[in-house]
């Protein structure tokens, strides 16, 4: 989750995780499974504690993420930009299906 202030600069970062999506490669090939970035809508509300932009990124194991974090160029890109507030970026560590069963 990010604390960025100006409107402009929510709508650049959105911009620039498309362009991760398409960019980021491990070995040549995509690697994340899915990454999503949305603009916060309740932002007047005490709730949002100030977060103007959350992401999500899903990779297949903690490794992926290792790499994602540390040695994907598409994200280093990404992380030195200057509008960009890292004020609270949490990371969960799930492993295991998440799949729905019926009975």
Not at 75 to 85: A, C, T
Request: a negative charge; proline letters at 4%; charged letters at 30%.
């Amino acid at each position: 989750m990010f604390k960025i202030p100006r409107e402009e600069d929510i709508d650049a970062v959105l911009k620039e995780y498309e362009i991760l999506r398409e960019n980021a490669l491990k070995d040549g090939k995509k690697y994340i499974i899915s990454n999503t970035a949305r603009r916060v809508l309740n932002t007047s509300s005490p709730l949002s504690d100030g977060f103007t932009l959350a992401s999500q990124s899903v990779f297949r194991d903690v490794e992926d993420h290792r790499f994602y974090d540390e040695d994907c160029e598409a994200h280093k890109v990404l992380k030195v930009r200057p509008h960009v507030f890292f004020l609270f970026f949490p990371s969960l560590f799930l492993v295991g299906s998440w799949g729905c069963t019926n009975e």
